[in-house]
């Protein structure tokens, strides 16, 4: 395989999946393409219920007493678009724009995360090499739930004895250990009412430089939501006024770049609020004029509202988010400049009947997960508010007897002349589940280096997809005991 050869093919593959929309839990459609496309090139494939993909390539002739390895990754990708771009996440295809550096998608997120490592993978099922038997394993959901591999049946993993996950973002970072994290939903019934002030205004803070609530969570940047309640806090100290609304749309594991409110006040000169505007226009300057370069803060007259909430609806929510942790929460003592807890606050979603504001706490420590859902808990009953927690999913601790981690830093020394660095990630990978189904597989993780991910700035550089694919083949070709 030449290096053009593997670019080209790995590049195809990718093709074929931007043009097929894969949200979490739509991805009924990039499954079954899959499949077919699997069975076409001599593989034996299952689907599971939950359109997992389980997709077995026999042993290299002479290789087949070597052990089983399992290369996985995700099918579904976060679907998110820049201000103005029409964009459906359910119909509209990945506009894919290859600069010769960088591979970009035209005004949404491009979904190398991680449709590049199905397509490295689909890719390397189709060459011949020395290797065992090899298992492709891709799942659903992800990026939302991680349901496709909770559901895996644990027969799959059983049988191996090495994963390779294909879902990191940093081609020479070696990860192995994760964190664990838990969905925590805080909701308020809202009592509506007809408005009794006359004027209407929309506020919106926007254009922050959000990214992935793990990965970014130690950056530094402004989380949208937690602004907006500041903004609000700062109004109701200034005038009257009643909210009809508040909203930010990002995913749960994405720091959030932009929220808006819509609010109603006695005021008919918008320019009063250029105080408040101002204001936090202060606030990220001095708190965050580091990393925030590009923010922007809109007070602007609207129409009016059908109806508002209560002053107590209100003033339960905005508490609520003031007062809810966000950001690093905990660096590790143990190994340098890893987050060991943190959490993220938002999407915020107005309802017909209620208001939800979703949080994600994550941690390589279970005991923490647990202990900061019970924080939330009881903050929930301080600010009138409706704490529910889903499963926690687990961590994925260290295996200090890795043979795997050896071979990939060895291999990847050998074919790029400096050394990789063995990290743990302070974010949620799929291993977690693999590990609690079999805590005997020896797993690490990799990908070529994907910049931005979850946002529509998200770009994967070139020059290190063909040294990925040839890394994972040179390790599968060392895993001969």
């Known amino acids: 395989m030449t290096d053009k050869e593997i670019m080209d093919g790995v590049l195809a593959e990718f093709a074929n999946m931007a043009a097929i929309p894969r949200p979490s839990n739509c991805e009924r459609q990039i499954s079954n393409f899959l499949k077919e496309r699997a069975l076409s090139f001599g593989c034996d494939v299952i689907q599971d219920e939950k359109h997992n993909l389980i997709i077995d390539k026999q042993a290299a002739p002479g290789c087949e007493n070597w052990p089983r390895v399992i290369l996985q990754a995700h099918m579904d990708m976060v679907c998110v678009a820049k201000e103005g771009v029409v964009y459906n996440p359910v119909t509209s295809l990945i506009k894919i724009i290859n600069d010769g550096e960088y591979l970009r998608a035209d005004g949404t997120s491009l979904g190398a995360d991680d449709g590049i490592g199905v397509s490295a993978i689909m890719y390397l099922l189709q060459q011949d090499f020395q290797h065992g038997p090899i298992r492709a394993i891709f799942t659903v959901d992800e990026e939302q739930g991680m349901s496709g591999a909770k559901a895996l049946d644990n027969k799959y993993l059983l049988d191996a004895k090495?994963?390779?996950?294909?879902?990191?973002?940093?081609?020479?970072?070696?990860?192995?250990?994760?964190a664990g994290s838990v969905n925590i939903d805080a909701e308020r019934r809202i009592t509506w009412h007809k408005p009794e002030c006359r004027f209407a205004y929309e506020f919106t803070i926007k254009d922050l430089h959000g990214g992935h609530s793990g990965e970014a969570i130690n950056c530094g940047y402004a989380n949208a939501v937690k602004i907006a309640a500041q903004a609000i806090t700062f109004i109701s100290k200034k005038t009257e006024m009643e909210l009809a609304s508040f909203n930010s749309y990002k995913?749960?594991?994405?720091?959030?770049?932009?929220?808006?409110?819509?609010?109603?006040?006695?005021?008919?000169?918008?320019?009063?609020?250029?105080?408040?505007?101002?204001?936090?226009?202060?606030?990220?300057?001095?708190?965050?004029?580091?990393?925030?370069?590009?923010?922007?803060?809109?007070?602007?007259?609207?129409?009016?509202?059908?109806?508002?909430?209560?002053?107590?609806?209100?003033?339960?929510?905005?508490?609520?988010?003031?007062?809810?942790?966000?950001?690093?929460?905990?660096?590790?003592?143990?190994?340098?400049?890893?987050?060991?807890?943190?959490?993220?606050?938002?999407?915020?979603?107005?309802?017909?009947?209620?208001?939800?504001?979703?949080?994600?706490?994550?941690?390589?420590?279970?005991?923490?997960?647990?202990?900061?859902?019970?924080?939330?808990?009881?903050?929930?009953?301080?600010?009138?508010?409706?704490?529910?927690?889903?499963?926690?999913?687990?961590?994925?601790?260290?295996?200090?007897?890795?043979?795997?981690?050896?071979?990939?830093?060895?291999?990847?020394?050998?074919?790029?002349?400096?050394?990789?660095?063995?990290?743990?990630?302070?974010?949620?990978?799929?291993?977690?589940?693999?590990?609690?189904?079999?805590?005997?597989?020896?797993?690490?993780?990799?990908?070529?280096?994907?910049?931005?991910?979850?946002?529509?700035?998200?770009?994967?550089?070139?020059?290190?997809?063909?040294?990925?694919?040839?890394?994972?083949?040179?390790?599968?070709?060392?895993?001969?005991?």
Not at 162 to 178: A, H, P, R
Not at 407 to 428: P, R, V
């Open 162 to 178: 090495y994963l390779i996950n294909c879902d990191s973002e940093d081609f020479d970072i070696l990860t192995i250990s994760s």
């Open 251 to 481: 995913a749960r594991n994405v720091i959030p770049s932009e929220a808006t409110f819509v609010f109603t006040t006695p005021l008919s000169d918008v320019n009063v609020f250029n105080v408040v505007v101002s204001k936090i226009n202060k606030y990220l300057n001095e708190a965050y004029g580091q990393t925030e370069k590009n923010f922007k803060v809109i007070c602007k007259p609207c129409e009016l509202p059908e109806k508002v909430m209560s002053d107590e609806d209100m003033r339960s929510v905005v508490d609520f988010i003031n007062l809810s942790m966000t950001g690093v929460l905990k660096m590790s003592t143990v190994e340098k400049d890893l987050v060991e807890l943190s959490a993220n606050i938002g999407p915020v979603v107005t309802r017909e009947n209620h208001v939800i504001i979703y949080c994600f706490p994550r941690s390589s420590v279970d005991i923490l997960v647990e202990e900061i859902t019970s924080l939330y808990k009881q903050l929930g009953k301080r600010c009138g508010v409706r704490v529910v927690s889903a499963e926690p999913a687990p961590g994925w601790p260290v295996n200090p007897d890795s043979k795997l981690k050896d071979i990939a830093l060895k291999t990847f020394k050998e074919q790029n002349g400096y050394d990789m660095q063995a990290k743990s990630m302070h974010a949620g990978l799929e291993c977690s589940y693999f590990y609690a189904k079999n805590p005997h597989l020896d797993m690490v993780s990799i990908g070529p280096n994907n910049i931005d991910i979850h946002s529509p700035n998200e770009r994967l550089e070139l020059k290190t997809l063909v040294p990925h694919v040839k890394l994972i083949q040179g390790m599968i070709e060392k895993l001969n005991k």
